[in-house]
């Protein structure tokens, strides 16, 4: 049969009596299971007694029974050959490293030990040699998708990013980088670990870049608790497998609704900006643009004459209102007084009710109703003020975050927000918006690098779109309802500037004498960085 009933635990300790008869009484109430995996210390520091009587054939484990070797000096003894040997009748210890494929075709990746600098690595740790030899032994494998299973005894670090809460465990602070860095490039479908005496299943989470690359299937990551532990956390885990080789393609990369961003992707981001520089001879990617319409980021050429047209693109006009317009510069519904600098094609003013006395709108002179629609000069001066922005709030210890929603709006907002650098990173925010987004079930997708806004939505179609000053951008395509005040609460909730009584901008109306006067102070400290001063 190709599908297999596995079992997996958490740290057993030498506690094998609970653990054999809690997997007795398992296959009592429901059938028979192929295997049972263990992570973290098998072997605890009162195991002596108990381990004897399987060690000399008095007992038997009722089960075929993996583990993963020693994670200290104390417990090294129970391992007589460190490259992986038969511990006892029905139990298996599988190595320092490798790859164990059982007759299935199921493929168990599996790391013994816990992470060290040192090198060579004592024999019950591993090190940044001994994980880069192991992904380049499976990476090399000819059509290499992934791993069924990895079996790991750290927990691997900032798993719990873009996820539901890990409870107690900091996984920014606990746990391995190393594991982290293997977990991304080995793609298991289930990652087992230990350690912790915590039980936590993360959220399922892709594996692929959405629009840029084909999909992939979903990671699963489980810890698991300690055999028999006072406080009835989970440490067995039974889960039914087929091997990824016996899989319909299609059902192996299906999504599960639940699905959130990899984890690893920035720690994955960081090892690709240290890999070889663009050759020579490749097209830069900006040459490139991505089609939403392809989920699977085929690139097409952005050469106007590829298409037929060798004719200079007109310039876009502003289109009329179709009735009065609260930000068109020239209409007597905007509030002059909130205007901080004006360009020849955009200016700058305080946004009413702002979330901050220094949350600032860019806004086009003339009536445009999103980023999509701007003609080039126009594109040309946001970037201005942008640049301008950025580096006057870099001056007062702060970094902003822009966002524009093309919904229910007419005229075209960009909201500038600074926030203070000491607050959080560029990624707390980033993730921020990714959890937030997908608690409301709200599909925040990250635009490739060398893109822009104008390369994924078409002019007319409803989105939200968030970019910060490194030049990160994630977008949504909106199809249905979508929170008007989705950008300013997320940048409101205690995660970012913990201000959620300022949420709504209703909320937070301010005298017409108090808002001049933030305008005031605001233009005045703007001014050696206004460059339509200058003009």
């Not at 690139?299 to 930000?327: H, I, L, M, V, Y």
Request: with cysteine; proline share 6%.
């Amino acid at each position: 049969r190709s599908v297999s009933c596995r079992l997996a635990c958490g740290d057993v300790e030498g506690r094998l009596e609970a653990l054999f008869g809690r997997v007795r009484a398992i296959q009592g109430k429901s059938g028979r299971f192929d295997m049972l995996l263990c992570v973290g210390n098998f072997f605890g520091s009162t195991s002596e007694t108990e381990w004897a009587e399987y060690r000399t054939g008095a007992k038997k484990a009722p089960i075929p029974t993996y583990v993963l070797g020693a994670n200290d000096q104390e417990t090294m003894s129970y391992f007589p050959d460190i490259s992986g040997c038969e511990l006892a009748e029905n139990i298996t210890y599988l190595g320092r490293r490798g790859l164990y494929s059982g007759t299935s075709g199921l493929q168990i990746a599996y790391l013994s030990g816990t992470e060290t600098q040192d090198e060579p690595a004592p024999a019950y740790s591993f090190s940044a040699k001994d994980v880069a030899e192991l992904k380049t032994s499976l990476l090399s494998t000819p059509n290499f998708k992934g791993v069924d299973i990895l079996l790991t005894s750290p927990w691997p670090r900032d798993v719990g990013t873009f996820a539901n809460s890990a409870g107690e465990i900091d996984t920014k602070k606990h746990g391995s980088k190393l594991v982290s860095d293997l977990a991304a490039s080995l793609k298991p479908r289930y990652h087992f670990a230990a350690l912790e005496k915590a039980y936590y299943e993360r959220l399922p989470y892709r594996n692929h870049t959405v629009l840029q690359e084909t999909p992939q299937h979903v990671s699963r990551f489980i810890a698991l608790a300690d055999v028999g532990n006072t406080s009835k956390k989970k440490y067995l885990y039974a889960f039914s497998i087929v091997p990824m080789s016996l899989m319909d393609p299609a059902e192996l990369v299906k999504q599960p609704q639940d699905v959130t961003e990899n984890p690893y992707r920035k720690s994955r981001k960081e090892a690709q900006k240290t890999k070889a520089p663009l050759c020579a001879e490749e097209e830069p990617a900006c040459q490139f643009f991505f089609d939403l319409n392809k989920h699977q980021g085929k690139k097409r050429p952005s050469d106007e004459k590829e298409r037929g047209n060798s004719q200079p693109k007109q310039a876009k006009k502003p289109s009329q209102p179709t009735g009065p317009c609260w930000f068109c510069l020239a209409s007597p519904e905007v509030e002059k007084h909130l205007v901080v600098s004006i360009g020849t094609h955009c200016y700058l003013a305080l946004a009413k009710g702002g979330l901050l006395p220094d949350h600032v709108l860019i806004l086009p002179i003339g009536h445009y109703q999103s980023v999509v629609d701007l003609s080039s000069e126009v594109v040309e001066e946001v970037t201005k003020y942008k640049s301008a922005l950025k580096e006057f709030f870099r001056s007062k210890g702060k970094r902003y975050v822009l966002f524009e929603r093309n919904y229910r709006s007419q005229h075209l907002q960009l909201q500038v927000i600074p926030v203070p650098l000491d607050h959080c990173t560029s990624e707390d925010i980033k993730e921020s918006f990714i959890v937030q987004a997908q608690e409301q079930q709200i599909e925040l997708l990250e635009i490739p690098e060398h893109s822009d806004i104008t390369q994924v939505a078409q002019p007319g179609t409803p989105y939200f779109y968030v970019e910060l000053d490194t030049g990160e951008k994630l977008f949504h395509r909106i199809r249905g309802r979508f929170p008007l005040h989705f950008g300013r609460s997320v940048l409101a909730s205690e995660a970012l500037l913990a201000l959620p009584q300022r949420a709504d901008w209703r909320r937070c109306a301010a005298e017409r004498a108090e808002e001049a006067a933030q305008a005031r102070d605001f233009r005045r400290d703007f001014q050696p960085f206004d460059f339509a001063l200058r003009a």
